[in-house]
């Protein structure tokens, strides 16, 4: 699908990595963009090379249809001319992304020169998997800057990688729960690095390393969050403590950006009009969160015992390590406790695989929120003022859980995810609802997220932290004083 317009006005060019959680902070930045009325936006947009549990091209539809100063070109498929990198051969999904980016540059400087045709290119603004990207902007001299869609700890913890690589004698997945130490960030155990930087022999792994290696040759790094929320690593990363003897581009942060919540009339909010104010437990692990039937059956009967009122999005798998298919709708006379919907469904609602997750959390009736420590989520559960249970599951959701519990005090941590058979066990899913709803944890870790909230709106108000740094770098781009 190609949607475009033609426009006197500079363009800022987007390009996401493949995937939805990518595309759709892409999209939210091109909003915020457009709100200046002084730059065009294009999205470049790729298919991803695996399946990621949604539909993006259905998305880019509906942003496309709501938003039409955002044109989204898609660019072509890699020719089969151009040999595919050993890195297909990881197990990591990480791995082919990183193959399908490089083989795509051609592809991306043809749309970037078509671009350039109706506008100037102001900017390429990359997700950050997207360093082969930088050869395009260098070929075009056009100012290439980076957006990180995770935390500010996450971006410190992973520009300080490559020196780590070269001065730690083994793999994470060989030191167990070993402290890693991280500028800006908690110490991290070992083994709650992300899975595809657990193996330093992995094709993944090493792409990794090249990516952040890299990322530091840009005019600077958009950051998906606020200053008051991280000021830690954002110390670390403007005292050059992150890469050491070597400058970090500008760190701006524009967030947080997250969805608007539309009014979609899904049924769960009218179940959620007849529960009493924050009551209600809502369990949402992301549209790659996928659980085992036994684990679905120590959740569902620790939330029987806990005796709370509770929301549950359920995705059934059978093998939740296959992150990238997508799960037939669950039968949950099969993945849950004979009985359970039956004798809960005064006090709860299991919806199959998708619930509107902005309006749940910003429902009043909502008063927890159990997550699988997505980035795009912790954002919308601080934006909505909703306590957190972090429950991570892939990707870098153990590193932001070591943030959000330990540092910022914004949740609870679920114990066990990380035992060998990686299974939680009810009595934990009933003492850790408990300890939220109606222990003295759960009321401190509220009162946390209330002046967390509320800075959030401060930072993207009128005049706020994020407003003025994004309206700083849309003024240099229009006025051109940005050298490639």
Not at 147 to 156: D, G, I, Q, R, Y
Not at 196 to 222: C, N, T
Not at 223 to 250: D, H, K, Q
Not at 344 to 353: A, C, D, H, P, S
Request: with cysteine.
């Amino acid at each position: 699908m190609s949607t475009t317009t033609t426009t006197t006005k500079p363009t800022v060019v987007l390009f996401p990595s493949p995937g939805m959680g990518h595309l759709v902070s892409m999209v939210e930045l091109g909003e915020l963009l457009l709100r200046t009325n002084s730059l065009s936006v294009t999205i470049l947009t790729l298919d991803p090379p695996f399946h990621t549990g949604a539909t993006a091209t259905n998305f880019v539809a509906r942003a496309a249809e709501s938003h039409p100063d955002i044109s989204f070109l898609p660019l072509d498929a890699p020719t089969a001319t151009t040999a595919p990198s050993p890195a297909s051969s990881s197990p990591h999904h990480e791995a082919l992304a990183f193959d399908l980016l490089r083989r795509s540059v051609p592809s991306l400087l043809s749309a970037l020169r078509a671009v350039s045709l109706s506008s100037p290119v102001r900017a390429l603004v990359l997700d950050f998997f997207c360093t082969d990207a930088l050869d395009a902007a260098a070929a075009l001299r056009i100012p290439a800057y980076f957006f990180f869609t995770s935390s500010a700890s996450a971006l410190a913890a992973f520009l300080h990688l490559p020196f780590l690589h070269s001065h730690l004698p083994s793999s994470f997945k060989d030191m167990g729960d070993t402290p890693v130490a991280f500028p800006g960030h908690p110490d991290i155990p070992a083994s709650h690095m992300p899975l595809p930087m657990l193996d330093r022999a992995d094709d993944a792994y090493k792409g990794f390393i090249r990516h952040f290696e890299r990322m530091v040759s840009a005019q600077g790094i958009l950051v998906n969050t606020f200053e008051w929320l991280e000021p830690r690593a954002l110390g670390a990363l403007r005292a050059g403590l992150c890469v050491p003897g070597r400058p970090v581009p500008p760190v701006y942060c524009v967030g947080p950006l997250t969805r608007g919540g539309k009014s979609t009339g899904h049924e769960c909010l009218r179940w959620l009009d007849a529960q009493p104010r924050g009551s209600v437990v809502f369990l949402c692990f992301g549209s790659l969160g996928v659980f085992t039937a036994e684990q679905l059956r120590e959740i569902a009967t620790g939330l029987e015992r806990s005796g709370h009122r509770f929301l549950w999005v359920v995705r059934a798998s059978e093998d939740p390590n296959r992150l990238f298919t997508r799960p037939a709708e669950p039968d949950l006379g099969r993945v849950l406790p004979e009985g359970f919907v039956e004798r809960t469904k005064e006090r709860g609602l299991v919806v199959k695989t998708w619930a509107p997750q902005v309006e749940v959390l910003r429902h009043a009736a909502t008063g927890g929120f159990v997550t699988h420590c997505g980035w795009n989520s912790v954002l919308e559960g601080i934006c909505a003022g909703a306590a957190m249970i972090a429950w991570p599951l892939y990707a870098e959701q153990r590193m932001n859980k070591v943030v959000l519990v330990q540092e910022w005090g914004l949740g609870l941590g679920i114990e066990g995810y990380d035992r060998e058979d990686g299974v939680v066990g009810a009595a934990e899913v009933e003492r850790k609802v408990r300890m939220l709803m109606e222990g003295e944890e759960g009321r401190r870790v509220r009162e946390r997220v209330a002046a967390a909230k509320d800075a959030a709106a401060k930072a993207v108000a009128e005049r706020g932290a994020s407003r003025e740094a994004l309206n700083e770098l849309v003024r240099t781009w229009i006025a051109g004083e940005v050298s490639p």
